[in-house]
């Protein structure tokens, strides 16, 4: 055989390597936030105040860096940023219940946060394969549930009052509460 019949199913196959979607980091990373979950909770009911620091900080950088990764691959589908959300809303749920175990986050948060997600799953049919839709009010929520695990964290850390932490949580549950109704109502005159 010559050289030309050994390089075309080489060049073959290294074609389709190309092709085929790499590794997918993206993935990866969402799920290396998911079981940051375990320690950022464990360290917040142990007052531990550094190590839910770190954990807390390692999470929201995966979070800000794991839709640009899935960009830039080309990588992102309905698939990844259902397991991103979801990933999100397990996080920050569960960091939100362990604050609140310390006081610094009033109980209802956490509770509303899981409320929120399985009604924006459904609204936006995501469980059907669907791509998730956000208003402007539930992305904004979304970003707040992180800032206020982080406040929480930072105040413990400092030693600063609860009150504040306290008083944002409340806020942000009403926030919380008028974006479901807005998306309630949304749903409700465009049923079919």
């Not at 997600?117 to 394969?129: C, E, I, N, T």
């Not at 850390?157 to 009150?163: D, F, T, V």
Request: positive net charge.
């Amino acid at each position: 055989m010559t050289d030309g019949n050994h390089s075309q199913p080489n060049e073959q196959a290294s074609s389709a390597a190309r092709q085929q979607p790499g590794l997918p980091w993206a993935h990866i990373l969402t799920a290396c936030r998911l079981f940051l979950a375990i320690p950022t909770v464990w360290s917040i009911v142990e007052q531990h105040w550094w190590v839910a620091a770190a954990c807390f900080t390692a999470a929201a950088l995966s979070d800000f860096f794991d839709g640009r990764i899935a960009r830039a691959q080309g990588s992102q589908s309905n698939f990844g940023g259902l397991f991103d959300h979801a990933t999100d809303a397990t996080f920050v749920a569960s960091t939100l219940a362990a604050c609140a175990s310390q006081g610094w986050v009033n109980p209802w948060l956490p509770v509303l946060v899981v409320t929120a997600f399985v009604q924006y799953s459904l609204d936006s049919k995501a469980l059907a394969g669907a791509q998730l839709r956000a208003n402007w009010l539930g992305r904004s929520n979304g970003i707040a549930y992180f800032v206020m695990v982080g406040i929480s964290i930072g105040f413990a850390l400092l030693r600063l009052p609860q009150l504040v932490p306290l008083v944002l949580s409340w806020l942000l549950s009403a926030t919380t509460l008028v974006s479901m109704l807005n998306r309630g109502q949304h749903w409700w005159r465009h049923r079919s």
